[in-house]
C-alpha cells in the first residue's frame, strides 16, 4: 500500500463523525485517552474522549502529562501501552481439557470471536511496529493465528506526528515522522490561525469507503503545505538519534565490549523495555487447573528476555548475567533480528528509553558501542603501524 495526495480536510465534527462511522460499522475503535497520568490506549466511543488539550514530556525514566493550550488531540508522544496490547494481547487462552465423569477427557480450542478493530492516532514508528509484528507472527516458524484474525479485521488511521519527543529517535530507523504506508487513513493534526483541523490522505479502497460517509471538504493547497511542512519540521526536531552507522554489523562486532559490563551494572533486568517495546513478541505458555483436577488450561502470556526462566535449559538459564541479558536484547533489536526476519527490530518509538526505571538509553548504550569499538580499531591500527 502506498501514501496518496491529500484528499480531504476534516474539522472537529468531522473527526466526531469518523469515530461514529468506524463504530457503526460494528468496528470497536480504539485510540489515545488520558488515564491515570498519562495517555493510555483504550476503547472510543467518541471523537471527544481523545486527549485533546494534552501532550506528554519524556525523558530517559521520565513521563510526564503536560496541558496544552492549542488544544491539540495528537501532540503527546508514545504512552507506555503499543498497540501489540491488542493484536498480540498480554495473556490469551489458547485451550481448556475437562475430564468426565467416565474419565474420558475432551480438549477444547479456545476460538476468540474476531475483533473487527479500528485503531486511531497510530504514529508512523508504530505502523512500522505492526509491520513488523506482521512479518513476525503471519507467516514463518513464529506464526500466531489470534494475532493473523486480530490484525487481518484492523482498520488502521494513522496520526503523522508534529510533536516528537525527547526520546524519540524514528529518523534515525527510517520509521518517522511521516506516515509513508500500511494505513487505511492518514492524518495530520494542524492548529492555526485557520482553525483546527486534519489533513486526510487515504491508503486503502476501505479508507476511502469511510472517508466518504465523513463530512469534509477537499483539501486546499495551504492546508495541505502546512501539514507537511509541520512533519518536516518534527524531522528536525527528533529528541534522539542512533549511531549514524550500520547498527546491524556494530552489534555484531562488539559482543565483547567492556560496554556490556556498564549497563549490566545499571540495568535492573526488570524487563519494562521488552513490555512496552511495540515490537517485542516473546511469548511463554503456562498450564493451570482448577482444583480437582477436571478442569484445565492453557494460557499464553508476554514473556521477557530479562527473566531468568526465559533461557532456562536443563540445568539453570543459558543467560543467566544482567550483562548476558541485556546484550541479548539489545544485539537481537538492532542485529540479528535481520538474521531472523530481515529488518531491524526497533522502530525509533522511545518508549524503552522513556520507562526503563534507571533510564538506560538504547542510543546512548549503541553510540558507547560505537565509540568503543573504534577506539578499539584506532588501537590496533596503532599497533600494526608500529610493527
Ligand atoms: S534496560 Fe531498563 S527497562 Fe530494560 S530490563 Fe534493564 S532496567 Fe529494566
Ligand atoms: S527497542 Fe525501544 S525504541 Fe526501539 S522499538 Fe523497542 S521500545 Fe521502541
Known amino acids: 500500500m502506498s501514501s496518496s495526495p491529500a484528499t480531504a480536510v476534516l474539522d ?28 493510555v490506549l483504550d476503547e472510543l466511543t467518541a471523537a471527544g474522549q481523545l486527549p485533546f488539550g494534552w501532550g506528554s514530556e519524556v525523558e530517559a525514566g521520565r513521563y510526564r502529562l503536560v496541558p496544552r493550550a492549542d488544544g491539540a488531540a495528537f501532540a503527546h508522544t508514545a504512552g507506555p501501552q503499543s498497540w501489540k496490547a491488542f493484536l498480540h494481547p498480554q495473556r490469551e487462552k489458547l485451550w481448556s481439557a475437562d475430564r468426565a465423569a467416565d474419565g474420558r477427557v475432551s480438549f477444547a480450542a479456545e476460538r476468540p470471536v474476531r475483533p473487527s478493530y479500528a485503531f486511531l492516532g497510530v504514529r508512523p514508528c508504530d505502523l512500522r511496529a505492526i509491520a513488523v509484528q506482521d512479518n513476525v507472527l503471519t507467516g514463518g516458524y513464529y506464526r500466531d493465528d489470534g494475532y493473523r484474525r486480530r490484525r487481518e479485521g484492523a482498520f488502521l488511521i494513522a496520526a503523522e506526528c508534529t510533536e516528537p519527543g525527547a526520546t524519540c529517535f524514528c529518523v534515525s530507523m527510517g520509521s518517522g515522522p511521516a506516515a509513508e504506508a500500511g494505513f487505511d487513513l492518514a492524518l495530520t493534526e494542524i492548529v492555526d490561525d485557520a482553525g483546527h483541523r486534519f489533513l486526510v490522505r487515504v491508503g486503502s479502497a476501505a479508507g476511502e469507503a469511510v472517508l466518504s460517509r465523513v463530512p469534509r471538504r477537499v483539501a486546499d493547497e495551504e492546508t495541505a503545505s502546512t501539514a507537511r511542512n509541520a512533519v518536516d519540521a518534527a524531522r528536525e526536531r527528533m529528541g534522539r538519534s542512533m549511531p549514524p552507522v550500520d547498527l546491524r554489523t556494530l552489534l555484531g562486532g562488539t559482543l565483547e565490549a567492556d560496554r556490556w559490563d556498564d549497563v549490566a551494572a545499571r540495568c535492573l533486568t526488570c524487563g519494562n523495555c521488552t513490555m512496552v517495546c511495540p515490537t517485542c513478541f516473546c511469548t511463554t505458555t503456562e498450564d493451570v487447573s482448577d482444583l480437582t483436577g477436571d478442569h484445565a488450561e492453557r494460557w499464553q502470556r508476554w514473556d521477557s528476555c530479562f527473566d531468568l526462566d526465559f533461557s532456562y535449559l536443563h540445568g539453570g538459564p543459558v543467560r543467566a548475567s544482567a550483562r548476558s541479558r541485556y546484550r541479548q536484547w539489545l544485539t537481537h533489536k538492532l542485529s540479528t533480528w535481520y538474521d531472523q526476519f530481515g529488518s531491524s527490530g526497533c522502530v525509533g518509538c522511545g518508549r524503552c528509553i522513556t520507562w526503563c526505571p534507571v533510564g538506560i538509553d538504547i542510543t546512548e548504550e549503541a553510540a558507547a558501542l560505537h565509540d ?3 577506539d578499539r580499531l584506532r588501537r590496533q591500527d596503532a599497533e600494526e603501524t608500529q610493527r
Open 12 to 39: 472537529r465534527n468531522g473527526l466526531d463523525a469518523l469515530v461514529e462511522a468506524l463504530r457503526a460499522e460494528g468496528r470497536t475503535v480504539v485510540g489515545p485517552t488520558v488515564r491515570d497520568g498519562a495517555v
Open 372 to 374: 568503543e569499538l573504534a
